[in-house]
């Protein structure tokens, strides 16, 4: 299928259950990105920040970009002056940047904090025990230019669908005590991002109400570096 095709495919069996669908653009042409957003598509995501930047000032303005991938402090004040959300906070110190440059641009940034579900060894985010510190300090609560809307998690990348739906569940548990504990008074604590195309179906069976799609909507990446099997 064409990626105008996967998209509203995907919009139709979407939007009637309140999932919001990232477009995971990383890697692929402003031609590509430009077929979803005929089709559509306003709300791209991308996991570099200089990928980032370079999209936003060829592409057209009414875009929405979310960030998705790690993020470094020093490269916050490149995307502060746009970025619609950052998905991928994970620690103070780089909320505590996005609040600093969001402040210079008038801003209110608003961020997913990510966590940490998969059993993997190099995956970025949260432990469970690190946010709910984070979440009580003093030093959180002074953030007026950042806004927290939720959580984003990443599953492990395995065929073993228990494994996927018991961390979808945990981080919907988490998402769910956090909103309770946290941030009960503030309905913009709405958001749980989990799901990317493999297993898209059992986060959303699971509770998310967004889902980061890429090679679902527009094929799969091709691999730019790769060792010499020489
Ligand atoms: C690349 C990426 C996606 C999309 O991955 P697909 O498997 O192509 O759907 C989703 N989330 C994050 C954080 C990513 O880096």
């Not at 990232?22 to 990928?51: D, P, W």
């Not at 953030?143 to 996927?164: F, Q, S, Y």
């Not at 988490?174 to 179906?201: H, N, P, Q, V, W």
Request: aromatic share 8%.
């Amino acid at each position: 299928m064409s990626i105008a095709a996967n998209i509203e495919s995907l919009q139709v069996d979407l939007n009637p259950i309140g999932v919001t669908l990232v477009a995971v653009s990383k890697t692929k042409s402003n031609e590509e990105i430009m077929e979803a957003y005929q089709a559509g598509q306003r709300l791209f995501g991308e996991n570099m920040v200089q990928e980032m930047v370079e999209k936003y000032e060829a592409l057209p303005k009414d875009i929405a970009w979310h960030l998705v991938g790690h993020l470094q402090t020093n490269k916050v004040k490149y995307i502060a002056p746009f970025v619609s959300m950052i998905q991928s906070v994970d620690s103070l110190k780089v909320l505590k940047e996005i609040d600093k440059h969001a402040a210079k641009h008038n801003r209110t940034i608003d961020c997913l904090l990510q966590v940490y579900i998969a059993d993997e060894g190099t995956k970025f985010g949260f432990d469970h025990a690190e946010l709910i510190e984070m979440l009580r300090s003093d030093d959180f609560q002074g953030l007026p230019h950042i806004r927290v809307r939720g959580l984003m998690g990443i599953a492990t990348n395995t065929d073993n669908e228990k494994v996927v739906k018991e961390e979808f569940y945990e981080l919907k548990m988490l998402f769910d005590g956090i909103k309770a504990s946290f941030f009960r008074k503030e309905d913009t604590f709405d958001t749980l991002s989990m799901g990317m195309s493999s297993d898209y179906s059992l986060a959303i069976e699971k509770g998310a109400n967004m889902v980061r799609l890429g090679s679902t909507i527009f094929g799969k990446r091709v691999i730019k570096h790769y060792k010499n099997k020489e």
